[in-house]
């Protein structure tokens, strides 16, 4: 039980840690679409949000679950994939309104990065219960 309640918080903090690493990529995407390159708010979440969700999903994989098999499209890849997506829909629906309310970048980034906050720990719950706690 103390083994896999310590097992379990190391885990928490790797995905604390890519969590940040995918924040990092996707708010600098995001930045980066919304400031230099003038791109309009939905346009620049979206791949902001597509782009950080390959390192996110890589580094979950090896380094906080530690599975080092062939991946499963069907099996993992689709499902954080469809998880991602309903993060999207929030942080759309969510940089929507911040970009019919204010016209201020860091708002809408703000947006963003709550609307991924508030999946946040029920993701990790799928991630460690359904998609990579399955034995190799």
């Known amino acids: 039980m ?18 940040v690493v995918a924040v990092m990529v996707t708010q600098g995407v995001l930045w980066l679409g919304l400031v230099v ?11 902001a949000v597509t782009i950080g969700a390959v390192p996110a999903y890589l580094m ?13 499209v069907r099996e993992e890849i689709l499902p954080f994939w469809i998880y991602s997506l309903v993060g999207l829909a929030v942080s759309t629906a969510c940089v929507a309104l ?7 970048t860091g708002l809408l980034m703000l947006a963003n990065l709550l609307a991924f906050g ?15 706690n399955q034995r190799d």
């Open 37 to 47: 390159l003038r791109w309009p708010a939905l346009m620049a979440n979206f791949i």
């Open 98 to 104: 911040a970009d019919a309310w204010f016209t201020s």
């Open 2 to 19: 103390y083994r896999n309640l310590l097992n379990l918080r190391v885990k928490l903090l790797r995905y604390s840690g890519v969590s």
């Open 60 to 72: 979950n994989r090896s380094w906080v679950w530690g599975r080092t098999n062939s991946h499963s």
């Open 118 to 132: 508030t999946l946040w720990l029920g993701k990790f719950f799928v991630l460690e219960t359904i998609l990579f």
